[in-house]
């Protein structure tokens, strides 16, 4: 430790040497910033633990020698020190628990994971939201899993913004900087032990970038870094902020981050074996991959096949306009140079970033022609993605494209409250840390007895209302409130008695997540949160970009409604939303409530980490919750017709939300029994638990990324390496021939159709296809059936055509298939021919396809 607290602890002979570790704790970000190390510095020195913003590294070395003192010969600590300590070493070496299928990793692979932001904790502000947090919870897990994995980001000496909001509710944004000493970092270094530095390439200059690395648990971070003393004072602010400045810095940002990333892993002697792109930020990094292929002697288009076979590409975003993109010619300006060393035109480089929805250089374009696997994060965005990204593959129906899915996770260790680990070790063991995707084994959340589960419950919304009542009149003496109002407006607020229901919605104030959907019929919301014997506290919070400003009206809409008289102490505003005021309101809220226009809500996880601390959803079946209401475990608002214009959709699914929450949530809170709780109440927070934490965890979302892509990819990959990317310049070159003839491909039939026939008889189909110089083997000709009552494309049956041979007269070439159907009934059925070779990462990922 720095500036004289390692010298304390290594002269000061009562101090016991176990102490020493505590600085190995504080730079580890998973196990450093986690609850049992938290609660142990808290201990320590609780005034400075909250002076410090919660931050271990900036504790350790500000706390005073008296104190350190005073805690070797305090036994209770130093009983904490030696249970956290015990808990880091049997992290560290505990066995390797995974199971992927039949496959596992092999010796020398690696996965490069790529994001604009990480989001680990509130005192490493490198992260904005859910993407970033996504992204800590993804790094997160796959150190829990062992993978051979590594990060890439940005290290931002301005995170996110920090939140007021003042008393007419405006909120006043201001950003600090972070001091690296702060942090959990280090230089990375070469092999000769100096500083790891890149160079990047910009329009007439090169930027020098530093890599920096962060130990997350058994996984590092690196993370790019441009304020250095060899760059112009513009380009040392590159990476100074998070999501700032106009879409110039934003280029530049994702140019270090996508090249620049690459570049770094060379330098650190990392070879991956399959490079994720986690949102299309990082696209370029595919241009990067391909010129370094290209110096190996491949032409542009192998390389791209060779870049593209294991890279893994996950988009978040539900509307074509989320997407980034860049003006034409802006992109090619910072790519003139690299577009020589790929030997490709300038309109060749455009089209990799062409979109039908817009003339920009589009990221996402990018990373799917840079890429071979493809998800969205929820199964509805999975749907909507491949309906937002048909274009790329013309001719096959949204159903069948490529796009595919995994559904978000949330950490558990993370984001379960400790008195729920603590009554889980206690009642099941410490088997259920390796269990946690066990469904069947959940349903023992039934053997904790109901009065148990009820009191942590409370526990934990007590703490909450504890932090909300500080955070308030914090907020409101700061904006010159009076004490009086104050006790008006906390009203509800009583940690120490804490049976009013309560309901929390807090995440980013966008536009389409309809904060102020709540308030859309005041006099009928009014009439069901008024009654005297059953009040109802809503708790707001969260942030709108800065340049959002739809989204800060919604903050001073629903602050000035807060103050009105029928609502005032039932509707607050907390200011300063972070991930440790999350941590609290999922942990602590009675009902946990989400309201987005369907279907823009790509996933949503704020409602999952609800879900497993007991807190029961009220939602939109959108995004996440789609999948996980069953009926028995939250209410779920059936969300109004897409036809709908905004005034409809939004009074139908108010009436909804009225409905369900004046009818089924607030008499099921208050029907309280002998003991104080509602039995019904308790039941559905259980199967809250029971039924979302192992479906919805990052263990089981990252093992799915492990089993679907990063092991396919990896084994793609390695397929068209083989022989100097033999394979690779193959199916490149066998791509061309398939376009170039494709135009000329027709289909026709030979046989009379029937109209019935008998069940168990076989009928023969054939058809003529004209292949315009490509051979038999080049095509799949098949025949697609199911019953009429199926709409969806997936439930074909399919059945493949044979070659029998070349018709002289024609020349076109005869494929038959003898059919003995297996069901009986009407039956509905398509004949089609599409390109198709076994190397092919996707049956289908060419887009083209030749119907009857």
């Known amino acids: 430790m720095k500036q004289g607290t390692t010298f304390v602890l290594e002269v000061n002979p009562k101090i016991p040497r176990k102490l020493l570790r505590l600085e190995e704790l504080a730079n580890n970000l998973w196990y450093g910033w986690d609850k049992p190390t938290r609660t142990l510095f808290a201990r320590l020195h609780p005034g400075l633990w909250d002076a410090v913003g919660h931050n271990p590294k900036v504790f350790l070395r500000r706390v005073d020698e008296k104190r350190l003192v005073d805690a070797a010969e ?10 956290v300590l015990s808990a880091y070493d049997t992290y560290h070496n505990e066995p390797l628990r995974r199971n992927f299928g039949h496959e596992q990793f092999k010796e020398g692979e690696l996965v490069a994971y790529f994001c604009a932001e990480f989001g680990f904790h509130e005192s490493f502000p490198i992260y904005s939201g859910g993407l970033g947090i996504l992204a800590g919870d993804h790094c997160k897990s796959a150190s829990d899993l062992r993978l051979p994995f590594v990060a890439v980001g940005l290290l931002y000496r301005q995170g996110y913004f920090s939140q007021m909001i003042d008393g007419e509710g405006n909120q006043i944004a201001t950003y600090s900087d972070s001091d690296f000493e702060d942090l959990p970092i280090a230089p990375a270094l070469g092999d000769d032990g100096k500083e790891m530095r890149v160079a990047v390439e910009m329009p007439g200059r090169q930027v020098v970038v530093q890599v920096w690395q962060a130990r997350v648990g058994h996984i590092t971070l690196y993370l790019l870094d441009t304020d250095l003393e060899e760059n112009t004072p513009e380009d040392r602010d590159i990476a100074h902020q998070l999501y700032g400045g106009d879409s110039g810095l934003r280029i530049k940002q994702e140019i270090i981050l996508g090249v620049g990333g690459v570049r770094a892993l060379k330098a650190l002697g990392l070879k991956p074996t399959v490079w994720h792109i986690n949102e299309g930020h990082a696209a370029f990094l595919v241009l990067e991959r391909a010129r370094c292929l290209i110096a190996e002697g491949l032409d542009f288009a192998s390389a791209l096949e060779a870049a593209a076979s294991n890279t893994v590409f996950t988009t978040h975003t539900p509307v074509p306009a989320g997407h980034d993109h860049f003006a034409e010619n802006m992109a090619f300006d910072y790519f003139e140079q690299m577009c020589q060393e790929l030997k490709i035109s300038r309109d060749t480089f455009l089209a990799l970033g062409r979109a039908p929805d ?109 932090l909300v009542r500080f955070r308030i009149s914090q907020q409101h003496f700061r904006n010159h409130g009076s004490e009086a109002h104050l006790d008006r407006l906390l009203k509800h607020v009583d940690y120490l008695n804490p049976n009013v229901l309560t309901i929390g919605f807090a995440r980013r104030f966008a536009t389409y997540k309809r904060a102020a959907l709540l308030f859309e019929d005041p006099s009928w919301l009014s009439q069901i949160i008024s009654e005297t014997d059953r009040p109802v506290l809503f708790i707001f919070a969260g942030k709108a970009h800065p340049a959002d400003h739809p989204g800060q009206d919604l903050i001073r809409q629903i602050h000035h409604i807060s103050h009105l008289p029928e609502f005032e102490s039932k509707v607050l505003v907390v200011e300063g939303y972070d991930m440790g005021l999350a941590r609290r309101m999922v942990a602590g809220v009675d009902v946990w409530l989400n309201n987005p226009v369907y279907p823009l809500e790509a996933s949503g996880t704020s409602g999952m980490k609800a879900g497993i601390n007991g807190a029961i959803n009220l939602s939109v079946l959108d995004g996440w919750w789609g999948e ?29 939300l009225y409905e369900i929450l004046q009818d089924r949530v607030v008499p099921q809170y208050y029907d309280r029994g002998k003991l104080g709780y509602s039995v019904e109440w308790v039941k559905r927070s259980k199967a809250s638990i029971a039924s979302l934490l192992p479906r919805f965890n990052s263990s089981r979302m990252v093992g799915e990324y492990a089993g679907n892509f990063y092991l396919p990819a ?33 289909i026709r039939r030979l046989d009379t159709p029937k109209k019935h026939i008998q069940f168990g008889d076989q009928v023969r189909l054939e058809v003529a296809l004209k292949l315009g110089g490509l051979a038999p083997d080049d095509v799949v000709v098949e025949m697609m059936m199911r019953r009429p009552a199926h709409k969806d494309a997936r439930d074909f049956l399919h059945f493949r055509f044979v070659f029998q041979s070349v018709i ?30 076994e190397l092919l990462t996707h049956p289908l990922e060419m887009g083209l396809m030749a119907w009857l």
Not at 446 to 457: A, G, L, M, Y
Not at 642 to 647: C, I
Not at 825 to 836: F, N, T, V
């Open 628 to 656: 996980g209401y069953d009926g028995t475990n939250g209410w779920a608002i059936k969300p109004a017709p897409a036809y709908m214009d905004d005034f409809r959709r939004n009074k139908e699914d108010s009436q909804s």
């Open 714 to 746: 990896s084994r793609q990959g390695e397929l068209y390496a083989r022989n100097g990317h033999e394979n690779a310049k193959d199916i490149s070159a066998w791509k061309a021939r398939i376009r170039g003839a494709w135009q000329g491909v027709e």
């Open 74 to 83: 305090d036994q209770v600590f130093l009983a904490t020190v030696n249970r």
């Open 358 to 466: 817009g003339p920009d250089f589009n990221m996402t374009a990018l990373a799917l022609h840079g890429s071979r696997f493809h998800n969205g994060v929820s199964r509805i965005h999975g749907e909507v993605s491949s309906r937002i990204c048909a274009s790329h593959w013309p001719q096959v129906t949204p159903e069948e494209n490529p796009m595919s899915y995994v559904t978000n996770g949330v950490h558990v260790p993370t984001f379960l409250a400790q008195e729920w680990i603590d009554l889980f070790d206690n009642v099941f063991g410490y088997e259920w840390r390796h269990r946690l995707s066990d469904q069947s084994y959940w349903s023992r959340i039934n053997e904790i007895p109901d009065h148990v589960f009820w009191s942590v419950r409370q526990s934990l919304k007590s703490q909450m209302l504890q």
């Open 808 to 837: 002289a007269a024609t020349g076109e070439h005869l494929f038959a298939l003898d059919l003995s159907p297996e069901l009986c009934g009407r039956l509905d059925y398509k004949i089609r021919a599409y390109p198709w070779r």
